[in-house]
């Protein structure tokens, strides 16, 4: 390694904090991969955001690319402290894989990331997800209560993977646990407040008065209450589109909706010619405001 070079990653490594010559222990857990997959569930699509402790997340590394499916991607996983330990034949090589990691890592994509996550420490974005939030790739494994990041070493943008190693390394050395606002891949819904087919339903029926699908989202804030987000685009002048965004708090909030809607749909369909309902955003969409000012409907 040349002299730039050995600068260039002692550098990383300052900024990391991490010392390759003491391993903090956090990053030295002996972790039990058991992330299962689940039957005829959408892997490609998030449904569930949560603020999840630095220290609740276990690491670890799979050859495996991002793209492959979870089973792969799980079969060809390790511990991430195996590849901070150069022992043995095994050991050798993916700590020279990891190293690889370090020297290729970009430290201005790690401070976006940080800057990033102080930004959604505040607030909630109003689509809920965000830019390439896809990079986190963190699971949650119901059998054992745990987080995991599943990352690859393949990845080409190892940013999120090196943003949680620096902060998992300042808790350890600080106790300050912070949360960070993230996709949960492979979760499903929780049924709180709604089946999996009356999702469906409420899906169906705002394309009905939209002409376009939503995405919906089970989101819990830094306390773990629950919301239930719905956000999708509409018309709302010749070919002006407008985005909505609508926040069911409660269950009996929720329940309201999806009554009403329910009934809107019903009579919208079976009785075409006597009723046609309009979709209107209120001008404050970008704040949480009741759901039936938020989203009213006309009958012509």
């Not at 990891?98 to 505040?122: A, P, T, V, Y």
């Not at 999120?160 to 912070?178: N, P, S």
Request: positive net charge; proline residues 3%.
């Amino acid at each position: 390694m040349s002299e730039n070079n050995t600068k260039d990653m002692q550098e990383k490594l300052k900024y990391l904090k991490l010392d390759l010559n003491k391993i903090p222990n956090i990053l030295l857990q002996n972790i039990e991969n058991e992330i299962k997959p689940a039957r005829n569930y959408e892997e490609k699509k998030y449904k569930v955001y949560k603020y999840v402790p630095i220290s609740k997340i276990k690491i670890l590394l799979t050859r495996a690319n991002r793209l492959n499916t979870l089973q792969e991607k799980s079969s060809l996983a390790s511990p991430l402290y195996t590849y901070l330990m150069p022992e043995g034949e095994e050991g050798i090589l993916k700590h020279t894989i990891f190293l690889k990691m370090i020297r290729d890592i970009n430290i201005q994509e790690i401070k976006e990331i940080e800057e990033e996550q102080k930004k959604l420490e505040g607030e909630i974005p109003f689509k809920v997800k965000y830019k390439e939030n896809y990079l986190w790739q963190i699971y949650y494994s119901e059998y054992t209560k745990t987080y995991y990041m599943l990352a690859t070493i393949e990845d080409l943008d190892c940013s999120c993977l090196f943003y949680l190693i620096k902060e998992q390394i300042d808790y350890e050395k600080t106790g300050i646990d912070k949360k960070i606002f993230v996709p949960i891949n492979y979760l499903d819904y929780s049924k709180k407040y709604f089946t999996k087919s009356e999702v469906a339903d409420i899906e169906k029926y705002l394309w009905q008065f939209t002409k376009e699908w939503p995405l919906v989202y089970e989101v819990y804030d830094k306390d773990d209450n629950m919301s239930f987000q719905i956000v999708g685009n509409t018309n709302v002048y010749e070919k002006v589109n407008s985005i909505y965004k609508i926040s069911l708090n409660c269950e009996e909030e929720a329940n309201r909706f999806y009554k009403l809607i329910k009934a809107l749909f019903i009579l919208e369909t079976e009785f075409p010619h006597r009723y046609k309902f309009e979709a209107r955003i209120s001008e404050n969409r970008r704040t949480r405001i009741h759901i039936y000012r938020r989203f009213n409907f006309k009958n012509n």
